[in-house]
């Protein structure tokens, strides 16, 4: 089975920057090597439905940004380690949401939007005005 573990939030003034980090390991990172899949970062505020905020394509590695963060976050790969991280610059407090990463394992080479079934458990990004 795919595991998918997020990283790097916390709380932050506005302005700040944080890094996420989506990651797997171990046997499942050698059966489900997160270079071939469209990997997805959403993100859920209270009170808010669940957004998808930006996209990476399987194998490509063409990515999606949605429009109100589009400038200020940037979805990049590392595939040797098995690890997509979503980079976030001057971050407003309606930034503030659980953060997941989400994976398309239902074929290789996806493109963006994938069909996300695999999904991490989440981390809280925070940020104060």
């Known amino acids: 089975q795919l595991d998918l573990v997020e990283s790097g939030g916390g709380l932050v003034q506005s302005g700040g920057t944080l890094r996420l980090s989506c990651a797997t390991s171990?046997?499942?990172?050698?059966?489900?090597?997160?270079?071939?899949?469209?990997i997805a970062w959403f993100r859920q505020a209270p009170g808010k439905d669940r957004e998808e905020v930006s996209c990476?394509?399987?194998?490509?590695?063409?990515?999606t940004y949605a429009d109100d963060i589009k400038g200020r976050f940037t979805i990049s790969r590392d595939k040797d380690k098995n690890t997509v991280y979503l980079q976030m610059s001057d971050l407003k407090p309606e930034d503030t949401a659980v953060y997941y990463c989400?994976?398309?394992?239902?074929?290789?080479?996806?493109?963006?939007?994938?069909?996300?079934?695999?999904w991490g458990q989440g981390t809280q990004v925070t940020v104060s005005s």
């Open positions: 171990g046997r499942a990172a050698r059966y489900y090597p997160l270079k071939n899949y469209a």
């Open positions: 990476i394509s399987g194998g490509y590695d063409d990515t």
């Open positions: 989400a994976a398309d394992i239902g074929t290789i080479y996806r493109a963006c939007p994938g069909d996300f079934g695999v």
